[in-house]
């Protein structure tokens, strides 16, 4: 998913000069694959964003897990369709520690590690 953007930026490149006046979003591309994204910041403080594609649909699920691998929150467990998607993480109720989060969608499965510094 491209991002939309509204201002006007001038480029020098090879002694030439390049406007670019606005990037339009494409909303129809479909993922070809399952993709799970790092988390941004990371570390973080208090709010992180994870972005996840799924090209097909079908029953979704994030979940994070602490250090020793114990469940302790659920993000999203739900119903999506294809496309490409971002969830936003408050961690005002979390210590400070590494965590784990985790996609599940159908067969596939996949973790990374973030890091949560207060």
Excluded: C
């Amino acid at each position: 998913m491209k991002p939309h953007i509204n201002k006007k930026y001038i480029y020098l490149i090879d002694g030439e000069i390049k406007i670019i006046t606005g990037v339009s979003k494409e909303d129809n591309l479909i993922p070809k694959e399952y993709s799970l994204s790092q988390n941004f910041p990371n570390p973080f403080n208090l709010l992180t964003k994870i972005r996840y594609e799924i090209p097909k649909e079908g029953n979704i699920s994030i979940k994070v897990f602490d250090i020793l691998g114990r469940e302790i929150t659920t993000l999203l467990n739900k119903h999506e369709k294809p496309g490409s998607y971002e969830i936003e993480w408050n961690t005002h109720d979390f210590a400070s520690s590494i965590y784990f989060y985790q996609l599940k969608a159908g067969d596939y499965i996949q973790t990374k590690k973030m890091i949560l510094l207060r």
